[in-house]
Structure formats: structure tokens, C-alpha cells
């Protein structure tokens, strides 16, 4: 999917506006990513977990992920 | 009072639905298969079903039924407003610090007859929350949550304080009394503007000798009260059985119970306030059913003496943990019901006296409630 941002944060509000149940299953109450989430930017991982300011080049690649665990 | 014929029984996979049917209770429906729900409350106002579900990596979410079970639409979850600049949180015991964010709701109460739409909901870390349009929205109470003393809750077991209890009087939707582990039971009379804890009587053996009565160090594991009486709250603690006849203004110690005084759980009747039911463990760290025997406490004097109940229950190699929500009775005071972290599931009708099992092979069970009618 398409969406603009210059940051992690922007692209993930631009998405989120598309499907706002998505957000709080990414993020926790306070903006922050889950814990067990993690996003890659072109294949580098997420620096700044709470505050999302990583930057995103023109064209860049978000992947978000997850972790699994548990029985 | 009509006896319950409908049962909700969270567990870590799924919300199963028990019925009774002319031949016993069985699983009658199954939600969420795979989900770990915690959690699950009839609302007898207008008979809505309301499941927690802790998905872990994705967090906590709410889901409301409007049919029993059948269909299920996500609601609003409580979410904690923005943690203030500079704020600097208390540490756990493990030196980690409390967090400012939704861990666990722990508990979910109609706000009375008289407040349709009124939902408390109380959560982990140690927050209290209310809404008025039947759980889509959310408010963290703030009176509470900033209230000095509620920085001094801790973790029991677990590593977050947690409200796990909310008794609103039935006769007064303004007079709430909560519990908390760790934090004692507090009281609200104008409906959660303003809260004061409540007073001693509480022990606890294990903390440092200033501290054993300390009301707000108290790790209540669960608080309840008799609907028609409810000046009258019990308190399965961590500690031992304390009882409460004056609405949480003071607390005894209920003495001799035996085989243990530890557990989690607590149901009282609904109109005899001395009738109470508890399911006993080994305490402390190791938490199991007294030589591996599965047996029911009732006492039907206040406290002064217990009756061990085993009959239909198993005696012999037996390990079922019940957690604080897996016991509940219904509105007769006749039907129980009780789940275990070993997945046992048993239903007495007759007070206790006898108890059928409903299944032994179910998921580990968080929550056991009757459905109820308004």
C-alpha cells in the first residue's frame, strides 16, 4: 500500500486512517510500538520505538512485523 | 430467583459457553478459539455479553456480543491518557518501572441498575476506568489514579498492581468499593469522584512488621459482596480470609481454616452474607490443591466454622489452581461453578453439597461467570 510520510510515525498515521482498528494492535495507548512488533525501513530496524522519528526516504519500504511466541 | 442455565467460561483458548441440558451442563458454543480471553461478564441490564481478550503481542481488546454469544463486534479498550512529561514512574520489585499503558483488564462491572450504559473496568497497572455508552469509550478515573496513595500500589503476584475488584452497591450506584493487589480495598461514595481507603484489620505476615496492617499494602486477591446485604464484603487475600461488616470501614481475620486459609477466589451468597465459598491452596510459593485433594470451603456463619466439600470433586493426585474470577454463583445462590489452570471445569447444583464435572480437558481457565438475567 501506498501512503505518504517522512517519518515511521507519518506513514503509520496515513495508514492508520484507512483501518484506525489497526492501530492500537501496532502501537500500544501511548503511540508507542508493541513490544513483540517490530518495522523495518528499507531492512533497518526501527531505532526509536517511542517516538516513531525515524526517517522514511521517498520510495522507502515500511515492513511491520511481528513476533511469535508462547504455547 | 431462577437458576442459571448459561455459564461463561474464559480460557487461555477461547470463550466457551456451558449450558444446561436436560442431561447436565456441556459446551454449548465457543468464541474466540485460539484467543486468549481473561476475562468475560453478563451485563443482566440488558443481557450483553462483554469478553477481554489479551492477544499479547497486539495487546488487549474488548469485544461485546448483543446475542449471547453468537456474534461479536470489537469495542473501545481503555486506553491511559498520555503520561506527562517528566513523569518518572515507580519501580516494580524487579526494578522495572510500572508502566503507563494497558497491561490487563482485570475486572468489568454494570454501573447499576439505575445507570444504563455505566461500565467500570478495572485494569493492570492499577487503573480504574468508566464508560457511559455501554463500553464503546472509556475515562480513566483520575481521582484515583492520581491519588498519592495509589503510587504506593505494587505488584503481588504479579509485576503490575492490578484492580481486580469492583462491588457496586445495589442499592446505591455512587457507593463502589474496589480491590487491589496490592492495595487494599478502597471506597468511593459520589460514584468515583473522590476515594479513601479502606480501614484496617487486613494482615499481612509477610511484609515488614510497620507495615502488616498497612490498608494500602494489603494484596486483597479478590473482594466481594453480598448483593442483598452489602455492607458485608469478603476478601480471599494473600494472606488468609478477611470479612468486612460495615462496607470495608474495617476488616477481620477469619482464623483456623482448614486445609489453608491461601487462594484466590471468593463467592459469597446473594442474600446471606454470612454464607460464603472458597477454594483452598498450599501457600505460598507453591500453590496447589492441599495432598493433591480439589476441595470447596463453605462456611454458612460468617467464618466461624468451614465445611470441606469433596463430594464429585477429584482426591486423589489432583493439581487444579482457581484463579480469583473462576468461581462465581448465580442468583439463586444455589448453582456454583468453578475452573481450573489445569482446564477442570465443575458445576454444583445444590450449593456446594455435590459437583458435577463439566470437562477435565478444557484450556487453562481465567474466568468462570453465570450469565443473568436484569
Known amino acids: 500500500m501506498d501512503v505518504e510520510g517522512a517519518h515511521v ?22 503511540g508507542r510500538l508493541r513490544e513483540h512488533m517490530s ?25 511491520v512485523i511481528q513476533a511469535l511466541s508462547g504455547g | 430467583m431462577r437458576r442459571a442455565t448459561t455459564c461463561h467460561v474464559g480460557t487461555r483458548k477461547g470463550l466457551f459457553t456451558i449450558a444446561r441440558g436436560a442431561s447436565g451442563w456441556s459446551v454449548s458454543r465457543v468464541s474466540f478459539l485460539g484467543d486468549n480471553c481473561t476475562l468475560a461478564v453478563c451485563d443482566p441490564r440488558n443481557g450483553s455479553l462483554l469478553a477481554t481478550l489479551n492477544h499479547g503481542h497486539f495487546g488487549v481488546k474488548l469485544h461485546r456480543s448483543r446475542d449471547s454469544g453468537a456474534t461479536w463486534a470489537e469495542i473501545g479498550a481503555p486506553a491511559y491518557p498520555p503520561m506527562p512529561e517528566g513523569y518518572v514512574p515507580k519501580m516494580t520489585f524487579s526494578g522495572k518501572p510500572i508502566d503507563w499503558t494497558l497491561r490487563l483488564i482485570w475486572a468489568l462491572a454494570p454501573g447499576g441498575s439505575d445507570r444504563p450504559g455505566v461500565l467500570w473496568c478495572g485494569t493492570m497497572p492499577g487503573g480504574l476506568f468508566k464508560s457511559e455508552d455501554d463500553g464503546n469509550s ?78 494500602n499494602a494489603q494484596d486483597a486477591h479478590l473482594v466481594v459482596q453480598c448483593a442483598a446485604a452489602p455492607d458485608a464484603l469478603w476478601v480471599q487475600h494473600h494472606n488468609g480470609i478477611f ?3 460495615d462496607r470495608a470501614g474495617s476488616w477481620s481475620e477469619i482464623a483456623d481454616v482448614h486445609p489453608s486459609a491461601f487462594g484466590f477466589a471468593v463467592a ?3 442474600r446471606d452474607p454470612k454464607t460464603a465459598w472458597f477454594v483452598p491452596a498450599v501457600k505460598d ?65 445444590n450449593g456446594g453439597d455435590s459437583w458435577q464435572t463439566v470437562s477435565l480437558n478444557l484450556p487453562p481457565i481465567h474466568a468462570v461467570r453465570f450469565e443473568r438475567a436484569g
Open chain 2, 138 to 215: 472509556w475515562a480513566l478515573n483520575r481521582s484515583l489514579w492520581d491519588d498519592p496513595l495509589r503510587e504506593q500500589w505494587t505488584g503481588g503476584g504479579a509485576e503490575y498492581p492490578g484492580l481486580h475488584s469492583i462491588c457496586v452497591n445495589p442499592g446505591d450506584s455512587d457507593d463502589i468499593v474496589i480491590g487491589v493487589s496490592t492495595g487494599g480495598a478502597w471506597k468511593t461514595r459520589d460514584g468515583g469522584k473522590s476515594w479513601r481507603i479502606g480501614g484496617k484489620g487486613m494482615r499481612a505476615e509477610y511484609m515488614p512488621p510497620e507495615l502488616q496492617y498497612e490498608p
Open chain 1, 9 to 30: 510515525g507519518e506513514v503509520l498515521d496515513a495508514y492508520f486512517r484507512t483501518n484506525t482498528r489497526a492501530r492500537g494492535y501496532v502501537l500500544d495507548d501511548q
Open chain 2, 243 to 245: 470479612r468486612s461488616t
Open chain 2, 285 to 349: 510459593e507453591k500453590r496447589y490443591p492441599a495432598n493433591g485433594r480439589v476441595v470447596v470451603n463453605r462456611t454458612h456463619d460468617g467464618g466461624k466454622t468451614f465445611e470441606t466439600l469433596t463430594k464429585g470433586l477429584p482426591q486423589e493426585h489432583a493439581y487444579d489452581l482457581v484463579y480469583r474470577h473462576a468461581l462465581d454463583i448465580d442468583d439463586s445462590g444455589e448453582v456454583l461453578a468453578f475452573g481450573s489452570t489445569t482446564g477442570s471445569l465443575w458445576v454444583s447444583e
Open chain 2, 268 to 270: 459469597v451468597h446473594p
Open chain 1, 39 to 63: 518495522i523495518f525501513i528499507n531492512g533497518e530496524q526501527l531505532r526509536d520505538r517511542t517516538r516513531l522519528t525515524d526517517p522514511v526516504p521517498p520510495d522507502g519500504m515500511v515492513d
